[in-house]
């Protein structure tokens, strides 16, 4: 095999304090295999401005004058990190044949692309780097992202455990992925469903080297959503479920109101009130979820996922 072309996809937000000292250490990364010969000399680090309001742009287009590593390009207006990977990405696919998304906070450690690369080179398209500690993180990230991916699991969301947005992904994995047509993104979720020879690469995960999170509660509370609705249907099947179950409830309901009333201890009027008050509360919730299902159907329909997708053919067809 000829040595891959590699592109480092890196969004950037704001970040003029972290990018002056992160940058050089990604083209450091980036000569040093290079001259090792793991990569193609056209390989590039691609930073996707995500409609920075500080000089982040133009720390952008300063490196990319001074060495043809640095590339850039820059989103008209901040759409978010996954939108911001997601460009870059598409950007590199028709360029390179590999691609590794990392933050630019350093958080990230950079030399756990070697091993990332070593699988590609074993014939993986998907790499996912995955965090082996969380301890630079506080108790209460750690155990809420901890619950989160248990929750997702069990809505049967394919995630891998502790995976964050650094791995590597071949230009035919992200081919494929083109055809996911959902403008809600949640990319940890979605790359599972490519399919192709996939594995994980441990690393520890730093401290920010400079500048402040962009992921405050509220936000990570977003993403967190997202992730369970754009990929799930289960909270509507258990609407429906708790539907079901009230509706059985309140056929007891009705036979108590019955008895109580042929028994004499009511007043005129509780026992057909509390039917009717049993009845509809059943059948409206079980139907508001038989609705919602619809919805969902239509809802997963929209998204015009594509239904297949071929890995190989015993036949070459040609390239167009
Ligand atoms: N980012 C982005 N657009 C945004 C928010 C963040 O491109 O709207 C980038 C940011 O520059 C960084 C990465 O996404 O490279 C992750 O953000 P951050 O480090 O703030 O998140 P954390 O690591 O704290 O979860
Ligand atoms: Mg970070």
Redesign the pocket.
């Known amino acids: 095999m000829s040595k891959p072309t590699l592109y480092i996809v890196?969004?950037?937000?704001?970040?003029q304090a972290?990018l002056p000292l992160t940058a050089p250490m990604f083209l450091e990364k980036l000569t040093a295999l290079i001259d090792a010969g793991r990569i193609a000399e056209d390989s590039r680090i691609l930073f996707?401005?995500?409609?920075?309001k500080d000089d982040?742009w133009n720390i952008i287009k300063e490196l990319a004058a001074r060495d043809a590593h640095y590339t850039g390009i820059a989103q008209s207006r901040?759409?978010?990190?996954q939108?911001?990977?997601l460009a870059g990405l598409m950007e590199a696919r028709e360029k390179c044949d590999v691609t590794i998304s990392?933050?630019?906070?350093g958080?990230d450690d950079i030399d756990a692309m070697d091993a990332m690369l070593d699988a590609y080179a074993d014939g993986c398209e998907i790499v996912y780097g995955v965090r082996s500690k969380r301890d630079t993180d506080t108790f209460f990230k750690r155990a809420t992202a901890e619950g989160y991916y248990r929750l997702l699991n069990r809505m049967g969301v394919e995630v891998v455990f502790n995976h964050?947005?650094y791995r590597l992904v071949s230009a035919r994995a992200l081919k494929e992925f083109a055809n996911f047509r959902e403008v809600n993104l949640f990319l940890r979720g979605m790359f599972p469903l490519v399919g192709f020879k996939s594995t994980s690469v441990y690393y520890e995960r730093k401290e920010?080297l400079a500048?402040?999170?962009?992921?405050p509660l509220s936000?990570?509370l977003l993403l967190a959503f997202d992730g369970i609705t754009s990929l799930s249907i289960k909270p509507i099947r258990l609407i429906t479920a708790f539907g079901l179950i009230v509706m059985a409830l309140s056929f007891i309901g009705i036979l108590w109101a019955i008895i109580m009333s042929i028994a004499g201890r009511t007043v005129s009027g509780w026992t057909s009130l509390t039917c009717l008050i049993c009845f509809f509360g059943g059948t409206t919730l079980s139907a508001i979820g038989v609705v919602g299902e619809y919805v969902g159907k239509a809802y997963i329909e929209a998204k015009a996922r594509p239904r297949y997708i071929i890995s190989e053919r015993t036949e070459e067809q040609e390239e167009k």
């Open positions: 890196i969004p950037c937000y704001n970040e972290v996707v401005n995500d409609g920075s982040t901040n759409r978010g990190h939108n911001a990977v990392i933050d630019c906070d958080q964050a947005d920010r500048g402040e999170s962009h992921y936000k990570m």
